[in-house]
């Protein structure tokens, strides 16, 4: 080598230097472009493998927020059903409440009724006034299912006059 060296000039030294420097240069651009090559083949393998896997990501999302959404309703429709069952209770109570007070209110109208009907059989007529509130407390008792006793005391009041005796 040093016989080689020996041999050449400064500037065929120069030359060959400047060429071995071109050379390397090129082998190590061209290094670097089939590794950009390769690598631009894998990053679109990778990208696929990506998506592939976001959409397995997704699906198990969705998959997970049915089940939370499905324990969630189910949850919802327990309870729903449990105060559905508690409203159910009160109601009945209520009704049975009303019930008893339409009835108590019946025979509250029948026993005013029916005292009324004595008092003014022996006064012997009956205002407008009260014969018109007698009226009202009737329908009120027909209208709570009263029976025909009180319809047969009303007929006979009707009957009265409306102005005192002379």
Same mark, same amino acid.
């Given at each position: 080598?040093? #016989?080689?060296?020996?041999?050449?000039? =400064?500037?065929?030294? %120069?030359?060959?230097?400047?060429? $071995?420097?071109?050379?390397?240069?090129?082998?190590?651009?061209?290094?670097?472009?089939?590794?950009?090559?390769?690598?631009?083949?894998?990053?679109?393998?990778?990208?696929?493998?990506?998506?592939? #896997?976001?959409? #397995?990501?997704?699906?198990?999302?969705?998959?997970?927020?049915?089940? +939370?959404?499905? &324990?969630?309703?189910?949850?919802? &429709?327990?309870?729903?059903?449990?105060?559905?069952?508690? $409203?159910?209770?009160?109601?009945?109570?209520? #009704?049975?409440?009303?019930?008893?007070?339409? +009835?108590?209110?019946?025979?509250?109208?029948?026993?005013? $009724?029916?005292?009324?009907?004595?008092? %003014?059989?022996?006064?012997?007529? =009956?205002?407008?006034?009260?014969?018109?509130?007698?009226?009202?407390?009737?329908?009120?008792?027909?209208?709570?299912?009263?029976?025909?006793?009180?319809?047969?005391?009303?007929? &006979?009041?009707?009957?009265?006059?409306?102005?005192?005796? &002379?």
């Amino acid at each position: 080598m040093i #016989e080689l060296l020996s041999a050449l000039t =400064v500037e065929q030294l %120069l030359i060959y230097l400047t060429l $071995i420097a071109i050379a390397f240069k090129a082998c190590v651009d061209f290094f670097f472009w089939c590794k950009n090559l390769y690598q631009k083949k894998f990053d679109k393998d990778h990208g696929k493998l990506n998506k592939e #896997e976001l959409l #397995e990501q997704h699906y198990e999302n969705c998959k997970n927020q049915y089940v +939370e959404s499905s &324990e969630k309703y189910n949850n919802l &429709e327990e309870k729903i059903d449990a105060l559905t069952d508690i $409203i159910d209770k009160r109601i009945s109570g209520i #009704e049975a409440q009303l019930i008893r007070l339409t +009835e108590s209110d019946m025979h509250s109208a029948k026993g005013w $009724i029916v005292e009324k009907h004595h008092s %003014l059989m022996k006064q012997g007529w =009956v205002d407008d006034f009260t014969m018109d509130t007698l009226e009202k407390r009737y329908a009120d008792y027909i209208a709570e299912n009263g029976n025909s006793y009180v319809g047969g005391l009303m007929s &006979e009041l009707r009957k009265l006059p409306h102005f005192p005796p &002379e």
